[in-house]
């Protein structure tokens, strides 16, 4: 069975600080890694990561994903209030169901 | 403006009482899911459909049918709600899962 984890569930920090998310999968026919950002209401898109050790960066956040190991991180650097959300990341497995599988997302909240 | 429009975002009901839960999305995509959000069980796919009349059992399908008569909708119905499915339900649509999903607003339902 299909497998996403998420670590921690959840973090509370100080405006300015910078923190890492973490999320391992175990999938099979692995395809691609995804991260979702979710405020009030839908998550919305934020990276996907299909090649190992390739950084992908919007702004303050950026994401890698390692293959081999088997995991991908989300760092956010100087954050800030509005950073706070769940942040969901998601595995795709591909083939010819819909192999999207979604961790159990980091809550994290930004204390001014 | 590209989208997923979900129906109604409130919904408060009676245990029995059939209803449905309308999804449509102007992007011309093939792939739409039905996903439901519970605290502590992250987001888990309901069904998924990958074009028309083409429907499949998600992770947590059991209350629920789905229907994919034209390429823009995708309903949710549930024929006889019970109280385990009050949850915050999202309609997504995606080219593939391999390029992640568009979410809908999302649609609260409450069955007392």
């Known amino acids: 069975e299909d497998k996403v984890v998420q670590s921690p569930l959840s973090l509370v920090v100080h405006e300015g600080d910078t923190v890492t998310l973490n999320c391992s999968y175990e999938v099979t026919n692995f395809r691609s890694l995804l991260w979702y950002k979710q405020e009030k209401k839908a998550p919305t898109f934020l990276f996907m990561l299909t090649s190992s050790g390739i950084e992908k960066k919007s702004g303050r956040l950026s994401s890698i994903l390692d293959k081999k190991e088997l995991f991908s991180i989300l760092n956010i650097t100087a954050t800030q209030t509005g950073d706070s959300a769940i942040y969901l990341c998601?595995?795709?497995?591909?083939?010819?169901?819909?192999?999207?599988?979604f961790g159990k997302g980091t809550h994290l909240i930004i204390q001014p | 403006e590209a989208q997923v429009t979900q129906n109604p975002r409130y919904l408060i009901t009676v245990t029995g009482k059939k209803l449905t839960v309308t999804c449509s999305q102007n992007m011309n995509h093939e792939y739409m899911s039905w996903y439901r959000q519970d605290p502590g069980l992250g987001l888990r796919q309901i069904y998924y459909?990958?074009?028309?009349?083409?429907?499949d059992k998600g992770d947590v399908p059991e209350g629920y049918k789905v229907s994919r008569k034209e390429k823009r909708n995708f309903p949710l119905i549930l024929e006889s709600p019970s109280p385990n499915q009050t949850s915050l339900y999202f309609c997504a649509s995606s080219l593939s899962g391999h390029y992640g999903y568009t979410f809908g607003s999302g649609t609260r339902l409450t069955v007392v």
């Open positions: 459909s990958m074009n028309v009349e083409v429907t």
């Open positions: 998601a595995a795709y497995s591909g083939g010819g169901a819909d192999g999207l599988t």
